[in-house]
């Protein structure tokens, strides 16, 4: 491999690593950054780097992957018995924590948000607290949804750049 492949390797390596850890923290989507490590190899290599057909394929995941993590978090605050204030409560909640609060608000905001849809509607406490444990339960399952999308790209990549040289 010449020497500026190999220093195109080294970036999406260090952005797949990135991407990994930040898969653990509710701070930025890992699939997300390992994409952009995905982008800069087949930008910086062009045809030496992987295919177009598994870029596309890999965009799409993470795409899915982003709006997975949405859904899930109103999936399942409706499974746990939300009214749909509660799920756009938790959506909303998801945002606004995020863009306020960082790493603390994207963890408590669909809870907080999901809650005072909830009351808002006209619901005793308890059962917001219930649509609110939804909540909880619909980001954990999106946190390994995410995952799984990280390790895929990642394990693509490193399948298809095989298949390369």
């Given at each position: 491999m010449p020497y500026e492949g190999q220093i195109a390797l080294a970036v999406a390596i260090f952005f797949f690593a990135v991407g990994l850890a930040t898969s653990f923290l509710p701070i930025i989507p890992g699939s997300l950054i390992t994409w952009i490590g995905v982008l800069i190899h087949k930008l910086w290599l062009w045809e030496e780097s992987v295919s177009w057909t598994f870029f596309c394929i890999a965009t799409f995941l993470v795409i899915?992957?982003?709006?997975?993590?949405?859904?899930?978090?109103?999936?399942?605050?409706?499974?746990?018995?939300?009214?749909?204030?509660?799920?756009?409560?938790?959506?909303?909640?998801?945002?606004?924590?995020?863009?306020?609060?960082?790493?603390?608000?994207?963890?408590?905001?669909?809870?907080v948000g999901a809650i005072l849809g909830e009351l808002l509607g006209g619901r005793k406490f308890i059962?917001?607290?219930?649509?609110?444990?939804?909540?909880?339960?619909?980001?954990?399952?999106?946190?390994?949804?995410?995952?799984?999308?990280?390790?895929?790209?990642?394990?693509?990549?490193?399948?298809e750049l095989s298949n390369v040289v």
């Amino acid at each position: 491999m010449p020497y500026e492949g190999q220093i195109a390797l080294a970036v999406a390596i260090f952005f797949f690593a990135v991407g990994l850890a930040t898969s653990f923290l509710p701070i930025i989507p890992g699939s997300l950054i390992t994409w952009i490590g995905v982008l800069i190899h087949k930008l910086w290599l062009w045809e030496e780097s992987v295919s177009w057909t598994f870029f596309c394929i890999a965009t799409f995941l993470v795409i899915l992957a982003q709006l997975v993590d949405v859904a899930f978090t109103y999936w399942g605050a409706k499974r746990f018995g939300a009214t749909w204030r509660g799920g756009m409560g938790a959506i909303f909640g998801s945002i606004l924590g995020m863009i306020f609060f960082n790493t603390s608000g994207l963890i408590f905001g669909p809870i907080v948000g999901a809650i005072l849809g909830e009351l808002l509607g006209g619901r005793k406490f308890i059962e917001a607290g219930r649509a609110s444990i939804g909540t909880l339960v619909g980001g954990i399952a999106a946190f390994f949804f995410n995952l799984m999308i990280t390790l895929i790209v990642i394990g693509g990549f490193i399948i298809e750049l095989s298949n390369v040289v």
